[in-house]
């Protein structure tokens, strides 16, 4: 009885010590990512680790989805994120992580900078159409 009250009143505190912040979780989604780009480099530079260097991208690219997921990706893992997908050949997904980019930075330049040049570079984007997503972007950053 006594017992069970000390526990109850224990267990909110256990938790708050358990749970971490959204800077913390940033920190190691940061930190993580960076091991697994330095492990994907060292990888790409080996031709029989081929396969080793495809599981790495594709750990890496999920973490980038689990940072985003979590509000706890920084401008740098975006960045990190648009790059990867740019270097190989993920331009969809290049595209993607830009437009989740600018939508959790709205104010960062350079987010809406990458943005606009992956817009415009992009296969669906109509050359001839003068209302075309770049161009909608360019207004909305106009205004």
Sequence with gaps: T???????AAEPQQQQQQCITKAEAAQLYRLYSRYL????????????????A?????????????????????????EQWVELASALGQHKVALKASRLACEAFPSSAA?????IYLEQRSPSASKSSSSSSSDKLLILIKQ
């Design 2 to 8: 006594t017992q069970q009250q000390q526990q109850q």
């Design 111 to 115: 987010t809406w900078h990458t943005r």
């Design 54 to 78: 495809a599981a790495a991208a594709q750990q890496l690219f999920k973490v980038f989805v689990r940072a985003h997921d979590a509000e706890a990706a920084g401008l740098e893992l975006y």
């Design 37 to 52: 780009s330095d492990r994907l480099d060292a990888l790409r530079s080996d031709e029989s680790k081929v396969l080793d």
